[in-house]
């Protein structure tokens, strides 16, 4: 996980990052699918509000869609021995933009039951989340204002913005 977020970092320029506060989540997600849920969401349409989520799915039951940016879906279908990285709200927050948060959903396809393992890398405990100096200059004003992750979590909990919609209450007017 850190391995992959200072792989990211450099690849910004950024050499001296520390992830060091942030904590890390872990989830295992069961759907039991059946006759009567085929066609409906195992779950909703979502960002993660987290910074990245490696997610190690159901090697036999897919259902795991990714929305594009026209707003199509594109299946991602099992593929054993396989992690998918994906990035979340904060991480589009930290790089001023530079990453993009994705928005996906897990649809009910087939019968049976199907599990996925998830790691978030979160926000920090007690530090800010906000994008470092070195990402931003005149042609990339600062984008979102300074926040705690916690904040951040209870504004999208709060309000339903499951989205990444909390996003634009947080963004600096230009
Ligand atoms: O089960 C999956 O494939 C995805 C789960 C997911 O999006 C999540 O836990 O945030
Ligand atoms: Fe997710």
Redesign the pocket.
């Known amino acids: 996980m850190m391995d992959i977020v200072h792989k990211m970092g450099e690849g910004l320029g950024l050499f001296n990052i520390s992830f060091e506060d942030w904590p890390c989540q872990f989830?295992i997600?069961k759907?039991h699918f059946t006759p009567g849920t085929i066609g409906s969401p195992?779950?909703q349409l979502?960002t993660?509000s987290s910074f990245l989520?490696i997610?190690q799915?159901?090697e036999i039951i897919g259902?795991?869609e990714v929305m594009k940016r026209c707003g199509t879906f594109e299946a991602?279908d099992p593929c054993p021995g396989t992690l998918?990285v994906?990035l979340g709200d904060i991480a589009t927050v930290w790089s001023n933009e530079r990453f993009l948060n994705v928005k996906?959903?897990?649809m009910c396809k087939e019968t049976g039951v199907?599990v996925?393992i998830?790691s978030?890398l979160l926000g920090p405990n007690e530090a800010l989340v906000e994008a470092p100096e070195e990402l931003v200059d005149l042609e990339h004003p600062r984008l979102f204002v300074a926040f705690k992750y916690k904040e951040y979590r209870s504004l999208r909990v709060s309000n339903k913005l499951h989205s990444g919609e909390a996003l634009h209450r947080l963004r600096i007017e230009s």
């Open positions: 989830r997600n759907y195992g779950v979502h993660d989520t997610l799915d159901d259902g795991l991602v998918l994906n996906h959903r897990v199907r996925s998830a978030f």
